[in-house]
C-alpha cells in the first residue's frame, strides 16, 4: 500500500516523461504494437532490428497500449515493476533475516533513491523490470539449490528466463551479482544444518549446474534473435562518454549525480550496514556481495570496475550497479532498522522515516533539477510539418532535440537516420567516432560533430533531406555545408534546413535484418514465457522448514562474534 | 579481533585504499571527466609542463575563473580580459568550442622560468582549429605559474558605417512553396574547370564553379567515380569546401574528397552541379589585405580579412585556390576563422597547401564566406 501511495501517484502524474530513456522505450512498444511480429524497424538509423534490446516490458506496454495508450501502459508496466521490486525485496530478504526485518527491508525498497532515480530520472524501464523479477527468482532458485525441490526449480527457471527477456545486462552482469550469496546461503545451511537436511558439495554444484544449463538453454532460445546478432554484428563502435565511468571525488558532479542522489541517506546507513552484515556469519556472502556491487557502482572512483570488465568498462553505465547494490544491501538494512527501532524505539522510526522520505523525494525530484535536455519540447508542430507535403518521403535529423527525439519518431512518418539505440545503430557515421545521439552531438564534442559532420557529409546516401533544428549552435554548420533554412515552427524557436538535390529516401538492404523465424520467435517466447511464469507461480509451495529465525536470534545480547545465529 | 570485525575492517580498509588508488591514479577514462589529469589528486605544479597540464584541465571543463586564478600574470589583466582572449567578443567559433587537447613543447628551462609553446587544438561545430601561444613560465616558492600571453581583442567603439552593396530579394509564390519547388527556373552555372588528383588518402576532384546567371545562386556540387566496368564507385559532395551563395558571375572553388579511392580504378567522374535561386547581397564586404604566399616548409597563404560592413561576421570561412603557371587548379584549401570579424578589424588568416604541391603553386585566389546570427 505504501508503493502505491507513494508511487501511483506519480506515476498516473507521467512524471517519468521528462526523463532520459523512457521515451525510448514508449518508442520500442509503439512499434511492436503496430508490427508484433516484426521487429525491423525503419524509423531510426534508416532502418535497425529491435531485436538489440530484450523486449518483455516493451511488448508488454505495447500489449497494454492497445487498451490504456502508450503512456499509461509505461506507467503500468512501471508500476508493476515497483509492486514486483517490494514484494521481491521482502522473499529476498526473508531469505537472509527475519520476516519483520525482511518487512522493513520491503517497506526500505519504496523509499530507495535508486530505484527513484532510475525510473524518475533515467527512465530505465527494462532495469527496474528485470532486477525485480530476478528478486523473486532468487528465494525459488534458493529453494532448489538447499532442498532440491523440483516445483522450486521450475519457479525458478520460469522467472529467471522471464528476467533475462526483460533486460541484458541485468542478466549478464545483475543475475551473477544476485545469484552468488544465494549460492553460498544454500552451501552454508545445507553445511551446517542437521544430517537429514544436509547437502553435499557435489550435490549443490549439480543442482547449480542443472539450473545453469537449462536456464541458460532456455535464454539461449528466447532471446536467439538477441544472441545472433550480438554475434553477427558485436558491438565493436567507439566507446561513447558516460559520466557514470567517472571518479567520482575528481568530478563532482559526476558523484553528486551518480553517488549522492542514488544512494541518499543510504549512504549514513554504510557504517552500519558493514557492521551487521559482518558480525553475523550468515549475512556475510549478501555482505560481500553488496560490497563488490557497490565497488563497481562507482564507477571510475576505484580501479576495479576498469580492471574487472576490461573493455566492458568503457560500454557499461554503472548507475544500475549503485542500484543492484542497493537492493543487496536491503536485508541488511532492515535487520539494522529492527535494532534500531528496538533499542530506541520512536528516537528511531522518526528520524529513519523522514531520512527515507527525503530520500525517495530527492532523487524524485532529480529529473527537475536536473531535466534532461528538452525535456519541456511539444515535437506536435514538427510531426505535423513532417507529416504534410511529401516531407516524409526523405529522412530526417533533429539537432537539440534531446530524449524528445523518440516521441517525434512515434508521431512522424517520415524516418531518421538518428536514433537513441547505441547498440542497436550500424552506420558507420554514427559508430566511428563516440557520439552517440546525434540530437545532442555538441555535448559529446569532437567524437559527436564528427560524426555529425560525417552524416551530413553523406546525406545524399541516406536521402537525409531535413534537419529539424532547436538549437542554433548548429546553424554555422549547416550554412557553410550547403543547407539552406527553408521554414520555422513555434514563433521560430524550430528552424527547418533543407538540402537540394537530395533524393528521396530508399529502403535500407541491411544484412542485420532479421528473418521471418526470428521475429515469429521474437514475438512469442518473451511474453509466452512471462505469462508461463505467471501461471507457474501460482503452484502451492510445498512447505519447507524456514531457514531463518525470530529477531531475537539478532539481538545483540544473541550476536556470538563470528557465530552462526540461524 | 573477531571474525565480523576482521570483515567490516579489511572491507572498509579495501574501499579506502580502492577510492584512494583511483583518486590518486584515475584511469584514463575517469581522469577525462576531470580534464584529463591522470595524475588525480597528487596533481601539482611542480613542473613547468605540470602547470600547462593544469591549466588544460582547467580549460577542457570551461572552469575559466579557475584557469585564471593560477595564472602568475593575472594582475595584468582582468578575468573579463582573459575570457574575451578564449572565448573571443561576439558570437564567434570560440564561443562554444571545447578543449580537445594540448602539445606542449619546451623551448628552455631554467630554476627560476622556463619558455613553452601551447598548441591547442580547439574542437568546435564546424571542425577543428588551433591556437598556438608561447607561454612563459616561472616559479613561485615551490610551483610553477604561467605568464598568460594575452591577445587583446578590444571592442568597436561605437560609429556609423554607410553601406552601400547590391543585393537581390526573391518573391516566392505562397506559403506551399516553402522547401525548395521553386516555379523559376535555376541559375545557370557551370563548371569552367575540373582536376581529379591521386593522394596518398584517395582521390581529391577539384575545380571552380561559374554563376553564369545575372540572379544569385545556392550551389553546391556532387562527384560520382565510375570505374571502368561502368559501376558506380563513390559520390561525394563538395559540403563545406565550396563558397555555396554565388552573386552573379561569382566563381567560387569546390574540392571533393574521396577517402580510400584508387584513381587507376576510374575512367569517368560524373560531376553534377546543383543550383537554386535564392535571395542574396553583397553584404557583408570583407576585405582580404596583404595576401601573400609564403613558400618553403610551412607553404601557405596568409593575409588579413578585414569586415568593411557594420554587421560582426560571426563565422567565415577562407577559401583559395591555387594555381599553376598554366592556370590550372593545383589545390583548394581552406581555413575557418575562428574569431568574429568586427567592422574594420583584421584579422589574420592562413591556409596552407599541401609540401608536395608547393612547388607548383604560381598562384593563388582567395573567397571569404560569411556566417551572421540570425541571417541565415
Redesign the interface.
Known amino acids: 500500500m505504501v508503493a502505491v501511495a507513494v508511487h501511483l501517484p506519480l506515476l498516473l502524474m507521467q512524471l517519468p516523461l521528462k526523463s532520459y530513456d523512457t521515451n525510448f522505450h514508449i518508442f520500442f512498444a509503439s512499434h511492436y504494437a503496430q508490427h508484433w511480429f516484426d521487429p525491423w524497424n525503419p524509423k531510426w538509423f534508416a532502418g535497425f532490428s529491435q531485436t538489440t534490446y530484450p523486449p518483455l516490458p516493451q511488448q508488454w506496454t505495447a500489449i497494454l497500449s492497445w487498451v490504456l495508450g502508450l503512456n499509461l501502459a509505461y506507467m503500468t508496466v512501471q508500476f508493476v515493476g515497483i509492486l514486483l521490486l517490494v514484494v521481491g525485496v521482502y522473499r529476498f530478504a526473508a531469505l537472509w533475516v527475519s520476516p519483520r526485518a525482511a518487512s522493513y527491508a520491503a517497506l526500505a525498497s519504496v523509499f530507495i533513491a535508486a530505484e527513484g532515480f532510475l525510473v524518475y530520472s533515467a527512465g530505465q524501464l527494462s532495469t527496474t523490470v528485470a532486477a525485480p523479477i530476478y528478486l523473486n527468482a532468487l528465494p525459488f532458485l534458493f529453494q532448489w539449490l538447499r532442498h532440491g525441490s523440483w516445483r522450486s526449480f521450475l519457479k525458478a527457471f520460469v522467472l529467471l528466463v522471464t528476467a533475462a527477456a526483460a533486460h541484458h545486462v541485468t542478466l549478464i552482469f545483475g543475475s551473477v551479482l544476485f545469484a552468488l550469496p544465494i549460492i553460498a546461503l544454500a552451501w552454508m545451511d545445507g553445511r551446517d544444518s542437521e544430517d537429514s537436511d544436509k547437502v553435499s558439495a557435489p550435490a549443490l554444484v549439480v543442482r547449480i549446474v542443472s539450473i545453469v544449463v537449462v536456464a541458460g538453454a532456455a535464454i539461449a532460445a528466447v532471446l536467439l534473435p538477441f544472441w545472433i546478432g550480438l554475434i553477427r554484428y558485436p558491438v565493436t563502435q567507439t566507446p561513447i562518454a558516460h559520466a557514470s565511468r567517472a571518479n567520482f571525488l575528481l568530478s563532482p558532479e559526476a558523484g553528486i549525480n551518480y553517488f549522492v542522489v542514488p544512494y541518499g541517506a543510504l549512504i549514513l546507513a554504510l557504517p552500519f550496514i558493514v557492521i551487521r552484515g559482518s558480525s553475523i556469519r550468515r549475512l556475510r556472502p549478501l555482505l560481500l556481495g553488496f560490497w563488490a556491487t557497490f565497488l563497481l557502482g562507482l564507477g571510475g572512483t576505484t580501479p576495479l570496475a576498469p580492471v574487472l570488465l576490461g573493455r566492458s568498462f568503457n560500454v557499461l553505465t554503472f548507475e544500475r550497479f549503485s542500484y543492484w547494490a542497493t537492493l543487496l544491501c536491503l536485508p541488511i538494512l532492515g535487520q539494522v532498522i529492527v535494532e534500531a527501532v528496538d533499542r530506541f524505539r520512536l528516537k528511531a522510526l522518526i528520524p529513519i522515516a523522514s531520512l527515507a522520505a527525503a530520500t525517495c523525494a530527492l532523487a524524485v525530484a532529480w529529473s527537475t533539477y536536473k531535466p534532461a535536455d528538452a525535456s519541456n519540447l511539444n515535437v506536435d508542430s514538427v510531426a505535423l510539418w513532417l507529416n504534410r507535403d511529401g516531407h516524409d518521403h526523405y529522412r530526417y535529423i533533429t539537432l537539440g532535440f534531446g530524449n524528445k527525439l523518440s516521441r517525434l519518431a512515434m508521431q512522424t512518418n517520415a524516418n531518421s537516420v538518428d536514433g537513441e539505440s547505441n547498440s542497436a545503430r550500424m552506420l558507420p557515421e554514427l559508430t566511428q567516432f563516440g557520439g552517440a545521439a546525434l540530437t545532442s552531438s555538441k555535448y559529446f564534442a569532437k567524437p559527436g560533430l564528427d560524426s555529425l559532420r560525417a552524416m551530413l557529409n553523406h546525406a545524399d546516401r541516406y536521402g537525409l533531406k531535413f534537419i529539424i533544428v532547436r538549437d542554433p549552435y548548429y546553424d554555422p554548420l549547416l550554412y557553410f555545408a550547403g543547407w539552406r533554412q527553408v521554414d520555422s515552427l513555434d514563433d521560430k524557436t524550430i528552424t527547418i534546413w533543407s538540402k537540394d538535390g537530395v533524393p528521396p529516401a530508399l529502403p535500407m538492404n541491411a544484412a542485420e535484418m532479421p528473418t521471418h523465424f526470428q521475429g515469429l520467435i521474437w514475438g512469442t517466447l518473451p511474453v509466452g514465457f512471462s505469462l508461463l511464469a505467471m501461471l507457474v507461480v501460482l503452484l502451492p509451495e510445498k512447505r519447507l522448514r524456514p531457514e531463518h529465525v525470530t529477531d531475537a536470534a539478532y539481538t545483540r545480547e544473541h550476536l556470538v562474534s563470528g557465530g552462526m545465529v540461524s | 579481533m573477531?571474525?565480523?570485525?576482521l570483515?567490516?575492517t579489511a572491507?572498509?580498509v579495501t574501499?579506502g585504499l580502492?577510492?584512494t588508488?583511483?583518486?590518486l591514479?584515475?584511469?584514463a577514462?575517469?581522469?577525462?571527466?576531470?580534464g584529463g589529469?591522470t595524475e588525480?589528486?597528487l596533481s601539482s605544479t611542480s613542473t613547468p609542463e605540470a602547470a600547462v597540464n593544469d591549466l588544460t584541465a582547467q580549460l577542457k571543463l570551461h572552469a575559466l575563473a579557475k584557469a585564471y586564478s593560477g595564472l602568475a600574470n593575472k594582475a595584468e589583466f582582468s578575468e573579463a580580459d582573459f575570457e574575451r582572449d578564449l572565448l573571443g567578443i561576439g558570437l564567434s567559433?570560440r564561443t562554444?568550442a571545447?578543449l580537445?587537447s594540448v602539445e606542449v613543447r619546451p623551448l628552455h628551462q631554467s630554476n627560476t622560468d622556463a619558455d613553452l609553446t601551447m598548441k591547442m587544438h580547439w574542437?568546435?561545430?564546424?571542425?577543428?582549429f588551433d591556437d598556438t601561444r608561447d607561454v612563459h613560465a616561472v616559479k613561485v616558492g615551490n610551483h610553477w605559474a604561467l605568464n598568460w600571453p594575452l591577445k587583446h581583442e578590444s571592442p568597436v567603439p561605437p560609429q556609423v558605417i554607410p553601406v552601400n552593396y547590391l543585393r537581390w530579394d526573391v518573391i516566392y509564390r505562397g506559403a506551399?512553396d516553402?522547401?525548395?519547388s521553386q516555379d523559376v527556373e535555376a541559375p545557370h552555372v557551370r563548371i569552367v574547370d575540373m582536376h581529379p588528383l591521386s593522394r596518398a588518402e584517395g582521390v581529391v576532384v577539384m575545380g571552380e564553379l561559374l554563376n553564369e546567371d545575372v540572379v544569385p545562386a545556392?550551389v553546391?556540387v556532387?562527384a560520382t567515380l565510375v570505374t571502368k566496368a561502368g559501376e558506380t564507385l563513390d559520390?561525394?559532395?563538395?559540403?563545406?569546401m565550396?563558397s555555396?551563395t554565388l552573386l552573379p558571375k561569382q566563381v567560387t572553388p569546390f574540392i571533393i574528397h574521396f577517402p580510400g579511392t584508387d584513381l587507376s580504378k576510374i575512367s569517368t567522374i560524373r560531376m553534377?552541379p546543383?543550383s537554386?535561386l535564392?535571395a542574396a547581397s553583397a553584404d557583408p564586404v570583407v576585405e582580404i589585405e596583404n595576401q601573400q604566399y609564403q613558400e618553403g616548409s610551412g607553404a601557405a597563404v596568409t593575409g588579413q580579412l578585414t569586415n568593411q560592413s557594420g554587421h560582426t561576421v560571426?563565422?567565415s570561412?577562407v577559401l583559395t585556390t591555387f594555381y599553376d603557371a598554366n592556370g590550372q587548379v593545383v589545390w583548394v584549401g581552406g581555413q575557418?576563422i575562428d574569431r568574429a570579424l568586427q567592422p574594420q578589424t583584421p584579422v589574420d588568416f592562413r591556409v596552407p597547401v599541401p609540401q608536395d604541391l608547393a612547388g607548383k603553386v604560381k598562384s593563388e585566389r582567395t573567397v571569404v564566406?560569411t556566417?551572421i546570427?540570425g541571417n541565415?
Not at chain 2, 573477531?2 to 570485525?5: A, R
Not at chain 2, 574542437?123 to 577543428?128: A, Q, Y
Not at chain 2, 559520390?235 to 563545406?240: L, P, Q, W, Y
Open positions: 573477531s571474525q565480523g570485525k570483515l567490516a572491507l572498509a574501499t580502492l577510492v588508488a583511483g583518486t591514479w584515475p584511469s577514462v575517469a581522469a577525462s571527466y576531470s589529469k588525480g589528486i567559433l562554444y571545447t580537445d574542437s568546435s561545430v564546424v571542425g577543428n506551399g516553402d522547401w525548395g545556392f553546391s556532387k559520390s561525394e559532395g563538395s559540403f563545406d565550396i555555396h553534377e546543383t537554386v535564392v560571426n563565422v570561412h575557418y564566406s556566417y546570427q541565415s
